[in-house]
């Protein structure tokens, strides 16, 4: 891949949010971005595949991306009013680069994320874990798929009597069932347009003939 840290400098130095382009082409010169023929543990085809984690392993990419994402959500005047008490909180471990790195570049209070026990089990908080009645969170991840990380994420933080007051990823890729978070401020760096087929029978991939890889996340 090409060196992160000129890459880093070059960009930051154009501005302070990176572009479409700018998020793509890192996504692909570290191969968190892959074309071909995949399929999701739900049964769902696609032609593309991407993990954010893998980007951001390097640390100029993390904080290029995070960075920029503050920005985005400081712009918000009610956001920006709120920050020093504002909770960053994640629906899984992948987000919490995004967490961490927002929560530097914004200076808000404090970080923490759930986690499954394994794939049937519910989000839940680590032991001893309190949220505040009347706190107020912005909900981040790496990116915006199913959306059920999140929403799951949402109704928890909700029933212990927080405010989710923003939902803020690096990534934008949703599925013909993504849901939408109605009037919630939305934050994204990159929308990514996938091709989605619902099954094999139903995938232009397969017909084809294209080799398929599963993909477990
Ligand atoms: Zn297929």
Same mark, same amino acid.
């Given at each position: ?88 909180? &994640?629906?899984?471990?992948? =987000? ?50 199913? =959306? ?12 212990? =009597? ?38 094999? &029978? ?16």
């Amino acid at each position: 891949m090409a060196d992160a840290v000129s890459l880093y400098n070059k960009i930051a130095h154009m501005h302070l949010v990176p572009t479409q382009d700018e998020v793509v082409r890192v996504l692909r010169e570290t191969d968190a971005l892959r074309d071909g023929h995949f399929e999701y543990p739900s049964g769902l085809h696609s032609n593309e595949y991407l993990q954010v984690p893998i980007a951001m392993r390097y640390y100029q990419h993390q904080r290029m991306l995070t960075v920029g994402l503050s920005r985005l959500l400081r712009s918000h005047p009610e956001i920006r009013a709120i920050i020093p008490q504002l909770s960053i909180v &994640a629906p899984a471990t992948a =987000g919490l680069p995004v967490a961490y790195g927002l929560c530097e570049a914004l200076r808000a209070n404090q970080v923490y994320w759930a986690e499954r026990e394994d794939r049937s089990q519910p989000l839940q908080f680590r032991q001893y874990l309190e949220t505040r009645s009347g706190e107020q969170v912005i909900l981040v991840d790496d990116i915006l798929r199913s =959306g059920k990380n999140l929403q799951e994420m949402k109704a928890l933080l909700e029933s212990r =009597g927080a405010t989710v007051v923003a939902v803020a990823v690096v990534i934008y890729q949703p599925t013909p069932e993504t849901p939408s978070f109605g009037s919630l401020p939305f934050y994204y760096l990159a929308k990514l347009e996938a091709s989605y087929y619902a099954d094999a &029978a139903n995938c232009e991939l397969c017909r084809k003939g294209l080799a398929c890889e599963k993909v477990r996340i």
